[in-house]
């Protein structure tokens, strides 16, 4: 199987992965430890598509501020007597949104730090709203367990990643 180059040093890696011991560009297995190149290859592999994932997943959190904006506004067009209130709902969701977009970005780079911002976010903003009216408490209540438990996953892989890149540094 053609192993893709998902990591800069693979074609030509010197060291080994586990125990930084030096090894030749053809050696498979560590001469020191006999982790073999290819599985570690593998699990490089495998973090990058999780922490693909954990990117659509932030990116589709951001969206979903959009969309439920925008639904907010079609719905509650009666409720939301005044222009200030229509472009406080506006505002924010544009806002959740644009940082979504943004932390999709910054994800790429610090995945962890960017899944941290984004459940704190979803966290504080449920939060307060449960302060101003505590009937919203329970509205969409599996929506808010999905968001959080799809949060703690790229947040788990995000830590996965960090120290995969500790490990190897
Ligand atoms: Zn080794």
């Not at 040093?9 to 498979?28: F, L, V, W």
């Not at 969309?67 to 007597?81: D, E, P």
């Not at 932390?103 to 730090?113: E, F, Q, R």
Request: net charge positive; aromatic share 8%; proline share 3%.
């Amino acid at each position: 199987m053609a192993l893709p180059s998902l990591i800069d040093d693979t074609p030509t890696a010197t060291t080994c992965n586990q125990c930084k011991t030096a090894m030749a560009a053809r050696e498979r297995f560590c001469p020191s430890c006999g982790a073999d190149r290819e599985v570690e290859w593998q699990v490089a592999g495998l973090e990058m598509t999780r922490l693909a994932s954990a990117r659509k997943w932030i990116l589709g959190i951001g969206v979903w501020y959009l969309i439920s904006g925008a639904i907010m506004l079609l719905v509650l067009r009666k409720q939301l007597g005044t222009d200030e209130q229509r472009n406080l709902v506006l505002v924010t969701s544009g806002g959740l949104f644009a940082i979504h977009l943004g932390l999709y970005v910054w994800a790429k780079t610090a995945p962890l730090a960017a899944a941290v911002v984004s459940l704190l976010l979803f966290v504080t903003l449920h939060t307060a709203n449960a302060a101003l009216d505590p009937s919203t408490i329970y509205k969409g209540i599996v929506i808010k367990v999905l968001f959080v438990l799809v949060l703690a996953k790229a947040i788990q892989a995000g830590y996965e990643i960090h120290r995969m890149r500790n490990q190897r540094a």
